[in-house]
Every structure is written in C-alpha cells, then in structure tokens.
C-alpha cells in the first residue's frame, strides 16, 4: 500500500501563488508515477500534471506555463507549483501515485481562488 498526504491548499487572490505538497509513505518503491488532478464542483476530476520516475512530466493544456510539477527523492514528495492562479483553478486537488496495477489518491486539498 502507498500512503498520500496532501498539504498547502488555501484561498489566493487572481494571481497568486500557491505550492501543494504530496508526501508518500509505504511501498514508494512500486511507485511508477505521481501526479496531481482535480475537481472542479459538478465537474469530472481531470488531470492536471503527472511526472514519471524518469522524470517526463505532462500538464493539462489550461495549466501549461502557469504550473510546475517537481519532486524531491529524498523527501518523497511530490509538488504542485501553480502561477498566476485563476478563478477557474478552483478545486479540490489530488494527489495520484500510480504502481503496477494499482493507483492511489491523496485525501484531496480545496484550492480556491477569489477575490
């Protein structure tokens, strides 16, 4: 099994910044991939950014130059950097760890942006 805790969602202005955190535990060594999706109130949860092990990353094209995904080895985490934050970025965020044959989600994080 693979643990995912989610931090360093909140509400930010148009504009802003905001960094979400995804720190796994147990079995991170089955883990192929890690990425982060979101869902959007009476909306399907779509994907957002994923980074392979081998460090290929891939974005949704509404977040492209507005989104960075990283991750740290060492800390076992997975971040979300999100510029220049839109209304329409609103969301619960998820973080997703993806093994052979199995797939994991975090407990989710309330991304609101409003002013």
């Known amino acids: 099994q693979v643990q995912l805790v989610e931090s360093g969602g909140g509400l930010v202005q148009p504009g802003g910044s905001l960094r979400l955190s995804c720190a796994a535990s147990?079995?991170?060594?089955?883990?192929?991939?890690m990425g982060w999706y979101r869902q959007a109130p009476g909306k399907q949860r779509e994907l957002v950014a994923t980074m392979t092990n081998g460090g290929r990353t891939n974005y949704a094209d509404s977040v492209k130059g507005r989104f960075t995904i990283s991750r740290d080895n060492a800390k076992n985490t997975v971040y979300l950097q999100m510029n220049g934050l839109k209304p329409e970025d609103t969301a619960v965020y998820y973080c997703n760890a993806v093994s052979p044959g199995k797939g994991y989600w975090g407990q989710g994080a309330q991304v609101t942006v409003s002013s």
């Open positions: 147990g079995r991170i060594f089955s883990i192929a991939a």
